[in-house]
């Protein structure tokens, strides 16, 4: 991981990563508020945590704070131009795309962890403590580990979309077409899936974007977790696979 | 010599129509609205373009391809070429007046090409019958029909052009068109989720991207229609001087 | 015997099948020179310093640094070398310490120290905290320099370095350029349109055209070995091109680059008395007749002219 560090000081000295922060923190206050005003009954601070986590992924905000960040990391390289000068180095693309992947891996993990955060401190203080409630408030219990899994999942599932974006950016080589193209090619995807079953889709990673339905169930659907975990990082590979071939086959522009 | 506002924005409308994503998006957003044929089945054609104008505004998608529009903008702090328009003897009004009425005729090219390729597919496959919407218990008819989508989509260009509004505002005021386009989505994404605080709604972005539901309706309601009409002239109108004061103060240092 | 620091061997690279960039370059760079890469613009000079640096394939062709090829031993070779080419190129948003932070994570092993040293030797050291986008043209190009002078190489590739810098700055990597090959024995392949610049640091040339090896050799004796020029002024300058124009034995140098009344040629077949005496003869009347030292834009000119 040699070039790690470097990779996590792009990200952490760049403005998108100042406007995922405050994105996020903005994002758990106004889902937590508008909540709120809503019908809240029975609600805890830490049913607030599960329910900005399980926004973030339904309105799939968290791929979108990653399409940012890797058009940043990957994108970028190629719109200033530095790629060029990467490649006059010793370097081997394996371990640059293994060590960009891995910081924003880390950069994933980290806004995951500042919405759990911001979203227990204020649903503590708008709904106090309490237990967790699954459908039909049913109590749930143990919150911590489910919690841990829903995190856990989450934040490796985020690994999916820094894999198909860079894919992207290499092949559009710019960071505003990035962005627009790959989350335009999210929500054609996911419209679509109204047309297919769930059987097919049990075999992509559309029906693990959330692993809420998995782990709000009176008893935790492991196999199912696993086995979309495991589908997931299969598609995941499958793009990185891509992306070093073309890198390889091509010349540095 | 003064040059003309035609003369500007026939240039810039040049310049924008020639750049890679404003194709890509054009095909994107074109192709999407074809996916609209898939689903439930259809009996009248008019469902084909309701149903596209739905999806791509339900989504929030299009908010996605119209935030490209910041480029109108962008592409002078790209090329460096914002120096050159500063030292010429066009007004600011002018330049960022040109950019803004660009974006609009762009947006309704974009708007009115996806109900083109709708309707002519749609009309080619399925007869025009009278249809029902989800949110309204009454039939609309078919002489009604075409009419009826054909202003949906025309007023549509309005909220669009919103968009296009708030990304090249966010876009002139940073320097970024980067930040332009993400933070319009953000905007979009916070603004969908607000919509539930009711006293909130009329005030939000998203909530007028509807505004074609008030128009396919067996009864258009014009009155909300002309309603969210000004709400979103009047942001225009605001982000439009905004920008000009932007433009009219800021260093072109690059 | 001084080792071969750089050779290229029948390097070939044909874009879409069509167009031939670099044909059959052969070039050999021996240690601790400073070499000019010359050549028009389209030539295939960056073209040819992409394909020793391997960021393009060549069709065919090898390229041997340190008498290791580059397709074998891409990381090893790489080690060895550092390069500026087609402008230098920055993350805007970080200072130029920590650009130099990032280049340096790739090169492998740079300390702080070794940041600071180049920094200091570009004289970027006072504003290595202020980010590069703040930065002018010029600042940026020595950054670039600096970039290259990181892993401390044995071979230094600089396409056009003086680009954007003012005279003091010009003279500076002059000066910079003549001590890394003097003082540390660094090789030093230098690609610029300055010619005057290039002749006075470079000890080899070569010139490239239409993507092939015209001229190679030793500056001083490229220079001395050439026809001789002779310049030519007269009261009247539209006669006195008229008449070196019908004499067969010498070729006029186009006298659009020669602002002043005097008028170049060269001499393909005679002596210069001869010359003088037959335009004479012809009624030119002269104000002087003299050999002209040939530079290295004449020689340029003239080669890259004779081949199209």
Redesign the interface.
Known sequence: M??L??EL??IS????SK?SYL?TI??VF??I???K??DTSGVSNIDSVFLTLG?FNR?I?IY?VMI?MT?LVVA?EFN???Y?????????LKQLLINKYIALWIFAGIILLLTSIVSFLVGTTLFGTGVLHGENQIELSQPLLRFIIFYIGTWINTFFIIQLTTYISILLK????T???T??AI??V???T??VSDSILDFTPINYITLKPYIFNASIDWSHIIFGILITQIYGAFFSFLSLAKLKRE??G | MKISMVHLIRTELHKTLKMQIVRIIFVFSLAFSLLSFLGDARTSAFSIPLSSISNLTQTLIIVAFISFTAYIYGVELQANTLKIIRSKDISCWKVIGAKYLTAFIVVLIFIMSIWLIDIILAVTVFPMADFTVKYDSNIILARDGMLFVLLAFLFEAMPLFLVSCISLTITIFSNSTVLGVISTIFIFLMSKILESVHALKFLLPSYHLLIWKDIIRAQPDWYQVAAKLVVILIYCVILYLLSLHRYNTMEVKH | MTKTILETKNLTKIFGNKFVAVQNLNLKIEAGTIFGFLGPNGAGKTTSIRMILGLIKPNEGEVYIDGTSIKENRNKVLQKVGALVEGPAFYDYLSARDNMKVFGAYSGNITEKRIDEVLEIVGLYNRRNDKAKNYSYGMKQRLGIAQALLNKPELIILDEPTNGLDPYGIQEIRVLIKQLSRDLGVTVLLSSHILSEVEMICDKVAIINRGQLVVTGDTKTLLNSEKKIYEVAGSDKTGLNDILKSEKNITLIDSKENESDSICFYINDGTPEDILVSIVNKGARLKSYSPKKITLEDFFFQVTREDE
């Open positions: 040699k070039y560090s470097v000081l792009k000295k760049s403005i998108e406007i994105f903005v994002m106004i889902i508020i508008s909540f005003m809503g926004n309105y905000m979108f940012l058009s970028n200033y131009g530095t060029r000068y990467l490649m006059m180095r010793p370097v081997s710019n960071n505003i077409n962005i627009v193209v989350f335009s929500f054609v996911l419209f679509l109204r047309f010349d540095v």
